[in-house]
């Protein structure tokens, strides 16, 4: 119709873009064309065959979206959330050993603040890519809970900073997926 509403003969509002300047204070919008790269260097490691995909790091918010990559078996790590945590498989499957279900290829979850939980992919997958929303922080624990570590939306972006001024693209890249 291209705007055009012919019973009227005129336009058709509902096909003209906002007339009005978006709100100073918005932060700019992020598309990122090709979220699961062709270029291999944008992956960060974490440990040998797993690595994560920053596409927003949201400082601002206490939070962070990612693609996680693992293309091994094994436990990934037990951790727990202060707050929700969303993700959709993309590819592969993976699964939490204190849960009976597995996230597969198309699956969405749902992760409660408080929950700890051992994230792990088993040896018949040969590559999982989840996306996942990671909100506040995770925090890494023994078998009894004892914090071991943690990582939040700060830790993920100086890890991003180290090794992309490592690898060439500049410590610098980072800055683009930061809101």
């Not at 509002?13 to 709100?23: A, D, N, T, V």
């Not at 094994?74 to 939490?96: D, N, T």
Request: proline share 8%; aromatic share 12%; net charge negative.
């Amino acid at each position: 119709m291209n705007g055009q509403d012919p019973a009227a003969g005129g336009i058709d509002e509902k096909w003209l873009p906002y007339r009005h300047p978006q709100p100073r204070e918005s932060p700019p919008e992020l598309v990122i064309p090709h979220a699961i790269p062709n270029d291999e260097r944008i992956w960060v490691p974490v440990e040998e065959n797993v690595w994560f995909r920053p596409l927003l790091m949201a400082a601002s918010r206490g939070y962070w979206m990612n693609l996680l990559k693992v293309r091994k078996s094994g436990v990934l790590s037990r951790h727990r959330h202060p707050q929700p945590v969303h993700a959709f498989v993309l590819k592969g499957e993976w699964r939490y050993l204190e849960h009976d279900w597995v996230a597969r290829e198309g699956s969405y979850a749902y992760e409660a603040p408080g929950e700890t939980h051992t994230l792990v992919v088993d040896p018949h997958v040969e590559e999982m890519i989840t996306l996942f929303q990671v909100n506040g922080a995770m925090i890494y624990v023994d078998p009894d809970g004892r914090t071991v570590g943690y990582d939040d939306v700060f830790t993920r972006i100086d890890k991003c900073r180290a090794h992309y001024s490592k690898n060439g693209l500049g410590a610098d890249y980072i800055d683009q997926f930061i809101r």
